[in-house]
Nanobody, 119 residues
Framework: QVQLVESGGGLVQPGGSLRLSCAAS????????MGWYRQAPGEQRELVAT???????NYTDSVKGRFTISRDNAKNTVYLQMNSPKFEDTAVYYC?????????????WGQGTQVTVSS
């Protein structure tokens, strides 16, 4: 049974930093792409970042240069380092497991973690 458990969300000031973690279990973590979506109130869910099993990364334009996705296959964990967050980054962030030939397609989701950017 696939399980994805996010942690690390909370309140952060603009220009600060926050690191989200997603602990995975129930599948062979190292062979699957992983990533993060987010959903702000009243908005559609948006793809934020992906990382392939080989470590190749992709980001939505609005977070390039500020957010970094990484993975630790020994710990079955994927991370999202959020630097210099902006008010518009406020959202619920969801970890997902991608498809092996469709990295941006989510086949499993975590429960989400709230990130609020506020001064």
């Amino acid at each position: 049974q696939v399980q994805l458990v996010e942690s690390g969300g909370g309140l952060v000031q603009p220009g600060g930093s926050l690191r989200l973690s997603c602990a995975a279990s129930g599948f062979i973590f190292s062979i699957y792409p992983m990533g993060w979506y987010r959903q702000a109130p009243g908005e559609q869910r948006e793809l934020v970042a992906t990382i392939t099993n080989g470590g190749k990364t992709n980001y939505t334009d609005s977070v390039k240069g500020r957010f970094t996705i990484s993975r630790d296959n020994a710990k079955n964990t994927v991370y999202l380092q959020m630097n210099s967050p902006k008010f518009e980054d406020t959202a619920v962030y969801y970890c997902y497991r991608g498809g092996r030939i469709a990295p941006a397609t989510a086949y499993s989701w975590g429960q989400g973690t709230q990130v609020t950017v506020s001064s």
